[in-house]
C-alpha cells in the first residue's frame, strides 16, 4: 500500500546541514521527490531521483535513497534562514496518474 | 511556458454555503490535473484527479466534489460547506504519463476557511 511518513519538526542553525528523512512502504515506486512549500504558498519542485538510483547532487541539496530500507533523505548543506519550511517527500509508480505526498517536516533555521 | 492559476487565493464561508475553487492551467494540452487539500498538521491529501475531460477519479469519500468541464480547467464544489472543509486546498497538474518522469507544478493554494 502507499504510505509515506516523514517527522514532523526539524530545527536548526544557520550554516549547520539538516537532514530531513522520509520512508515509504511501497517498493515499486519509480521515482521519489522533494517538495518545498513556503508559508502560504504552493508547492516547489526542489530536486527527484529515479529509484535506480542511490544518490543525487544538486549544487547544496543531495538526496540518498535506500531502497533497501525504503528509506528517502534530504540533506541541505550550510542551511540558510530562507529555507525554512515545510519539506514534502513523495513517490509515484509506473503507470500510476498520481503522487503519494508525505506529512511533510517544517524545517526551522534560526540564526 | 505553462502557468497554473488558482483562485480565490483566500475565502471564509459560513457553514452550510456552496464552494466553487477554479483551477485553469496555461500553455498545454491534455494535461492530469489534482486537487489536494492540506488541513493543518496534516500534511497532503489527494482528493481529486482527472485525466481528462469529464474523467474524475475521488481519492477519498467526502463532502466535496470536482468536475473538468474543459481540458485545462478542474472545478472543486461543495452544495454545503462542512466546519472539516476548511484548509488550504492545491491544484498541481502534470503532463500524461508516457513512462517517464513527469513532474508535478502546483497552484498557489486557496485558503479557505469554514465558519
Known amino acids: 500500500g502507499e504510505d509515506v511518513e516523514q517527522s514532523l519538526f526539524l530545527s536548526v542553525r544557520e550554516g549547520d546541514s539538516s537532514v530531513i528523512n522520509c520512508t515509504y512502504t511501497?517498493?515499486?515506486?519509480?521515482?521519489l521527490y522533494w517538495y518545498k512549500q513556503e508559508p502560504g504558498a504552493g508547492l516547489q519542485l526542489l530536486t527527484y531521483?529515479?529509484?535506480?538510483?542511490d544518490m543525487k547532487q544538486d549544487q547544496r541539496l543531495t538526496v540518498l535513497l535506500n531502497k533497501k530500507d525504503k528509506h528517502l533523505s534530504l540533506r541541505i548543506a550550510d542551511t540558510q534562514t530562507g529555507d525554512s519550511a515545510i519539506y514534502f517527500c513523495?513517490?509515484?509508480?509506473?503507470?500510476?496518474?498520481?503522487?503519494?505526498f508525505g506529512t511533510g517536516t517544517r524545517l526551522l533555521v534560526s540564526p | 511556458s505553462q502557468t497554473i492559476h488558482q483562485w480565490p487565493a483566500t475565502l471564509v464561508q459560513p457553514v452550510g454555503s456552496p464552494l466553487s475553487l477554479e483551477c485553469t492551467v496555461e500553455?498545454?494540452?491534455?494535461?492530469?490535473l489534482y486537487w489536494y487539500r492540506q488541513a493543518a498538521g496534516r500534511g497532503l491529501q489527494l482528493l481529486f484527479y482527472?485525466?481528462?475531460?469529464?474523467?474524475i477519479s475521488s481519492e477519498v469519500p467526502q463532502n466535496l466534489s470536482a468536475s473538468r468541464p474543459q481540458d485545462r480547467q478542474f472545478i472543486l464544489s461543495s452544495k454545503k460547506l462542512l466546519l472539516s472543509d476548511s484548509g488550504f486546498y492545491l491544484c498541481?497538474?502534470?503532463?500524461?504519463?508516457?513512462?517517464?518522469?513527469?513532474?508535478?507544478?502546483f497552484g498557489s493554494g486557496t485558503q479557505l476557511s469554514v465558519l
Open positions: 498541481a497538474w502534470r503532463q500524461q504519463y508516457r513512462g517517464t518522469n513527469e513532474k508535478l507544478f
Open positions: 500553455g498545454t494540452s491534455n494535461p492530469n
Open positions: 531521483i529515479f529509484s535506480n538510483m
Open positions: 482527472s485525466v481528462g475531460i469529464g474523467q
Open positions: 513523495a513517490e509515484t509508480f509506473t503507470g500510476f496518474q498520481k503522487l503519494v
Open positions: 511501497d517498493s515499486s515506486s519509480t521515482y
